[in-house]
């Protein structure tokens, strides 16, 4: 089972860019879909991207589309989320997932592992 970094988080003004980044450890990295959800306060976990196994497949939230970019590395076990032209209501825990299932890919429930979240703060 992979483990899951997050980083690259942080404060940012509205209309602003971040890119974070998910490090994995293990040699099985390949074999997971990888997606990024996020949480705000008194919200439930929400999709914000996913890619499939090689990267060449990637699905976004309504919220998102345009505006984000998911990219994986299976080299580098690496995912990122580019974020741009970045609004307040995009403040959260960002959360990297990784899932070996079958399931949506949109559905938080079948993600095997989860990393410790970053925050992402966008002020007005």
């Known amino acids: 089972q992979v483990q899951l970094v997050e980083s690259g988080g942080g404060l940012v003004q509205a209309g602003g860019s971040l890119r974070l980044s998910c490090a994995a450890s293990?040699?099985?990295?390949?074999?997971?879909?990888m997606s990024w959800f996020r949480q705000a306060p008194g919200k439930e976990r929400e999709f914000v991207g996913g890619t499939d196994w090689s990267g060449g497949n990637k699905y976004y939230a309504d919220s998102v589309k345009g505006r984000f970019t998911v990219s994986r590395d299976n080299a580098k076990n690496m995912v990122y989320l580019q974020m741009n032209s970045l609004k307040p209501e995009d403040t959260a825990v960002y959360y990297c997932?990784?899932?070996?299932?079958?399931?949506?890919?949109?559905?938080?429930?079948?993600?095997?592992?989860w990393g410790q979240g970053t925050q992402v703060t966008v002020s007005s």
């Open positions: 997932g990784a899932t070996s299932g079958w399931g949506h890919i949109m559905n938080s429930q079948g993600y095997d592992t």
């Open positions: 293990g040699r099985t990295f390949s074999r997971y879909r």
